[in-house]
């Protein structure tokens, strides 16, 4: 852990599950454009094969995550992802169509939900006068993302691995960040939800880790944690 001598002068943060998640729920939207593609499917048919998708994404991520460090290879994540749920609910005839229907929902807003503590968050530590950026391991369209929930004026830089071509953990997007900002690393924080991704990497950019554990899961981390993003401001001092 990297507690930094200077006095914090900006703040990352990565983007999913940190500052949102997906609302409907995968199952939710699988389920919709299913339907709506004339398949018998409802979300009691979906939500049993949500961990076999989030496992998948965890194998192919630790086999060799550089997917993020270009927009092709980040929509091909999300791609193959439904792809996969429609091989395991029967319609791997139609999974082509599906996948790409359902990555189209959620490249807008509408498809995204912030979590209730993000906007008083981020209104304290404007307040406090610091810098924010968004660090994250995301596609191309991560800035319109931000624009269309309304977040982006809070954030001074945006970051995306797939536009920079570097992806957490390496430092290097981290030093990117650091260099939009014009801030010295020792002189930030990064908030995310990974410790591989989130506290490892900030630590090799010399960066002062703070990890948001929701669900209280990563007590071995290692790294300060926060169950609510509005304690930051406080371990801030």
Partial sequence: MNGGSAAVKAVFFDVGSTLLYPGPSVAETFARVAQERGHDLTVRDVEPHMPAMDAYYEAEYLRDGDFWCSHEG???????????????????????????????????????ALYPDVMGCLRALKQRGLALAVVSN?????????????????FDAVVSSAVVGYRKPDPVIFDLACEQLGVCADAVVHVGDRPDADGDGACAAGIRPIIIDRHDTETESGYERVGVLTDIDKLLG
């Fill in 74 to 112: 980040s929509v091909a994540i999300w791609m193959d992802q439904y792809r996969y749920v429609c091989h395991l609910t029967g319609i791997s005839h139609d999974a082509e169509g599906m996948a790409q229907s359902v990555h189209e929902a959620y490249r807008k807003g509408d498809h995204w």
């Fill in 138 to 154: 995301w596609d191309a369209g991560l800035e319109g993302l931000l624009r269309d929930l309304r977040l982006l004026p809070y």
